[in-house]
């Protein structure tokens, strides 16, 4: 069974950068596609990135393409989003997911906080 867990979430002022891991452990070699999702309260829970491992391609959500960077190391069983030039918008808690596909995410973490402070 594969487990997703996060980390890297806090508080940043408005400008500065943080940088999520979530490590997968188990049988990952079914999880092709990971990706990270955000929500805020009141709101539905939105797409932020996705990376497949078999292709290597990324995708973003327009809000955060030239800021955020999603990344994995095959190796470690990690993927990363690198957040950059964060604004009071991007407060939310943030979620690693994994799927066969894209859109098909069937495994979630816990979630992270992200607080960016102005």
């Known amino acids: 069974q594969v487990q997703l867990e996060e980390s890297g979430g806090g508080l940043v002022q408005a400008g500065g950068s943080l940088r999520l891991s979530c490590a997968a452990s188990?049988?990952?070699?079914?999880?092709?596609?990971m990706g990270w999702f955000r929500q805020v309260p009141g709101k539905e829970r939105e797409f932020v990135a996705s990376?497949?491992?078999?292709?290597?391609?990324?995708y973003y959500a327009d809000a955060v393409k030239g800021r955020f960077t999603i990344s994995r190391d095959n190796a470690k069983n990690t993927v990363y989003l690198q957040m950059n030039s964060l604004s009071s918008e991007d407060t939310a808690v943030y979620y690693c997911?994994?799927?066969?596909?894209?859109?098909?995410?069937?495994?979630w973490g816990q979630g992270t906080q992200v607080t960016v402070s102005t």
């Open positions: 997911a994994a799927g066969s596909g894209y859109g098909s995410y069937d495994l």
């Open positions: 188990g049988r990952t070699f079914s999880k092709n596609v």
């Open positions: 990376t497949a491992r078999s292709t290597g391609r990324t």
